[in-house]
Each structure stands twice: as C-alpha cells, then as structure tokens.
C-alpha cells in the first residue's frame, strides 16, 4: 500500500524512482484503462524496471474515459475549459486531500508560508465555470492566507487596481494570480510600479486574445507591473500537482512530480537534456487516477531537471494550460 507520507516525504531522484516504480505496478493492477493501454503496448508489469520503461498513458484519454485506480466513491470532479461543442478533459478525483497536500506543500516549498500574503486571484473565465482544480486550489489558499484583504476579482478591474496599490504601498506581500488575458486587460486600463507583489500568470488567451511568444508576453507583464520577472504555474486538470516558475519560463517541479521528454516522432524513446519533445508527466499525487501522462506539451529539459514549455503540438485542440506557441 502506497500512502500520502510515501509520497509527500520524497527527498531524492532515488526515492523517487523507487515509489513511481510501486505506483506503477499499484496502478498496473487496478487501473483497468492503464492495463488495457500497457497490453496493447506489450508491455508486462514484471519487465518495467525503470523510469523510462513505464508507459505514459495519452493525456486524450481523460476525455474519453473514466480515468480510476480507485474503487473508492468519487469527491470531486475535475473538468478542462474549452469552447462549445469542444469534448472536455473529466478528472474524477477519489481522495481530494491528495491534491490539497499537493498545492499546499508545493506552495510552502517555492513561496514560504502562506499566511505571509495577500492573495488576490484575477480568474474570470475560470470563475464563470464549475468543475476547474484551479479554482479549487486558489481559494484554498486564500482562505489559509487568513488575510481580510485575499479574494477573487471577476470583472471589477477598479477595485482590484485601487487594492493593489493600496497593498503593496503598504508593505504587504501579494501574490496576484491571473489568466494572462486578464492580465494584460488589467495593465491596459493602469500602469504599475510594484515592489512587494508577485505576478503568477496561469496561461491562457482563452480564445479573448491573439497567442504570443512567452518572451515577449513577460516583457509586456513586467512592464505593466514595474517588476522584474513573471511567475508561471504550470498544471493541468488531468494532474493534481503544479510546477512553479520563479522566472524566465523555467519550471521546476516538487519532489513528488517530474517529467521526461520523449521524442516526437517515436513515443516511446526519449530524447536527451536541451531537445525539444513531447512532455511527458509523473505526478505520484495521481495515485488514484494516472502518474503516468503523455500530454500534448513541447518542451525542453535540463540537467538539473529544470524544464521549459515551448508550444503545442499542432494537431491538438486548445486547452486551458500554461502554453504561449511559438
């Protein structure tokens, strides 16, 4: 049996591989899709003996099947954002301490103690849907912020203008967390000089926006704001744990995620650091669902396990995620 504390007290890249490995046989016998995708792959449980032995499992899957390694009663219900008519990735979630011991930890581990700042959420295209995991974990962690000035803003730009001026003149560390549409449509209507706010932009035109490249989105931000570098969350609805970027669109991930680069015209090799490729996700927070996620992601891996996000591939349809296309 694999529990929470296996995979929440993860230190190094050997433990790592060791419970990915566990949850890989757990998830071998009692994921009924994942096995089904292993047999068709040929591929035997006792025969995968490393990392990059495991099967990614096509992240497509999410829209066409219940996704469960779990007979337990399902809690909630993650969905994708997407346009009308658009099949819409379902993650169905049995335990969801899992994924709030995921954001909490993570948070804590990249930005410290929460309750040191204000968090003030700019996510309109998320709010004005049910179902988004970002949502869920926002407001998580602007109720543990336990600070009366944190909470949501839809359209009321005014307001959230006059609040962050007030805020960080006054000292308060914020943390302002934004779809990048709303962003821009933010310092659009005012420019600002701010010395104790973090900017975490989410990804996303949602359809409101042309796409631009990360480097020129960021400079644009950073402008805006008067600061000197954009934050990044990368995550998704099929995974229950994130990768921060601190800057520059270079992601690392908690001790418990990681992600491998497999090559674009052979799925099942991969490729080595400073390539592109598809990303491929372990997320052992998935425990009752999938780890093991082939997404849709290019991107490009580092030495120090580092990673960078640079597009889609072409023939996938638009979603919700961190991505700006080259």
């Known amino acids: 049996m694999i529990t929470s504390q296996d995979i929440f007290t993860i230190s190094n890249q050997k433990q790592f591989e060791k419970i990915a490995l566990k949850v890989f046989r757990f998830q071998h016998e009692n994921n009924a899709i994942y096995r089904a995708f292993c047999d ?10 490393s990392l990059q032995k495991i099967p990614f499992l096509p992240i497509q899957f ?6 469960l390694s779990s007979i337990e009663p399902v809690q909630e219900t993650f969905t994708s954002s ?5 099949i819409t990735s379902k993650h169905l979630i049995t335990d969801v301490s899992l994924y709030e011991e995921s954001y909490r930890n993570a948070f804590s581990e990249f930005y410290g103690n929460i309750e040191d700042y204000a968090v003030l959420a700019l996510l309109p295209s998320y709010l004005e849907r049910t179902g988004s995991s970002l949502i869920y974990m926002v407001k998580d962690l602007i109720e543990l912020s336990n600070n009366e000035n944190s909470g949501f803003y839809l ?8 609040k962050l001026i ?3 003149n006054s000292g308060q560390n914020i943390l302002l967390i934004g779809v990048t549409y709303a962003l821009l449509d933010l310092i659009e ?10 900017i975490m932009e989410t990804g996303g035109m949602k359809g409101k926006r042309k796409e631009i490249i990360r480097e020129e989105l960021h400079q644009i931000l950073c ?5 000197s570098v954009i934050h990044s969350e990368y995550g998704m609805t099929e995974l229950l744990s994130q990768a921060y970027s601190l800057g520059n669109g270079i992601f690392e991930c908690p001790n418990w995620m990681n992600i491998l680069i497999r090559d674009t015209e052979d799925a099942l090799s991969y490729i080595p650091a400073g390539k592109t490729g598809g990303i491929n996700v372990i997320d052992l927070a ?4 999938c780890s093991f996620i082939a997404t849709q992601d290019l991107g490009k891996k580092y030495p120090n396990n580092s990673f960078e996000v640079l597009g889609r591939f072409d023939n996938s349809d638009i979603r919700g995620c961190n991505l700006m296309v080259y």
């Open 62 to 67: 999410f829209k066409s099947h219940h996704v």
């Open 155 to 162: 359209h009321n730009y005014d307001e959230l203008i006059l």
């Open 223 to 227: 402008d805006g704001f008067g600061v």
């Open 166 to 168: 007030e805020l960080d």
């Open 40 to 49: 068709l792959l040929k591929v035997e449980k006792g025969s995968v003996k």
């Open 286 to 289: 998935n425990i009752n669902s």
């Open 189 to 198: 209507k005012q420019k600002f000089q701010l010395k104790n706010t973090i």
């Open 82 to 86: 997407g346009t009308t008519g658009m």
